[in-house]
């Protein structure tokens, strides 16, 4: 039996690839790497961009803050003298606006005063409504006559209408004379 082979099993030829393949798993390539002289974020010297490595950094930092302090100081002193001149502005011109709303308010009121527009709240009739009376003027009695014709014509009518449907003078149940209950009012005049 020694000297006997004895066949594979039938996955032994994927499984050699495999092992051959995991020899040496913690290598990978890796191409060498490129050495540059320069380096890409400094800029070259004569560029617009390159700085010395003395002028990188101040030379006297208190001094520059006490500057930007300054700056910021002079800055905020600015804003707020820009602002009051604005708001001082803003309140003159509201004023002179006021100014003139009440000038024009003025003339508006004097030209009503002046024109015929202010009267044009009379009334066209002749007759007070506040103390219900007519004016003592001739167009006041002419009114007046009108108003007492009308009221005499509606007061001819009721007793003509309550005469045509009553035939009789008297209630027929009770016996009691009609009456009609209105008064006569008496015949106008022309003044």
Request: hydrophobic share 30%.
């Amino acid at each position: 039996m020694a000297g006997a082979q004895t066949s594979p099993p039938p996955f032994t030829k994927s499984r050699s690839r495999l092992l051959s393949l995991d020899e040496v798993p913690h290598k990978r390539h890796v191409p060498a790497p490129v050495l540059c002289r320069e380096n890409p974020l400094v800029p070259e010297p004569g560029t617009p961009a390159f700085a010395e490595r003395k002028d990188q950094y101040a030379a006297n930092t208190v001094a520059e803050l006490r500057q930007e302090q300054e700056t910021k100081r002079q800055q905020r002193k600015d804003y707020l003298n820009q602002r009051r001149q604005c708001q001082g502005a803003a309140a003159y011109q509201s004023q002179r606006e006021e100014a003139r709303k009440f000038e024009r308010e003025s003339e508006r009121v004097l030209n009503l005063q002046s024109s015929d527009a202010g009267k044009s709240n009379r009334s066209g009739d002749h007759f007070d409504i506040v103390n219900l009376s007519y004016q003592s003027s001739q167009g006041g009695r002419q009114l007046k006559l009108m108003d007492e014709t009308v009221k005499y014509k509606a007061a001819l009518r009721t007793m003509d209408i309550f005469s045509k449907h009553h035939s009789v003078q008297h209630d027929i149940i009770t016996g009691h004379p009609l009456v009609a209950n209105y008064i006569m009012p008496s015949k106008p005049v022309i003044p």
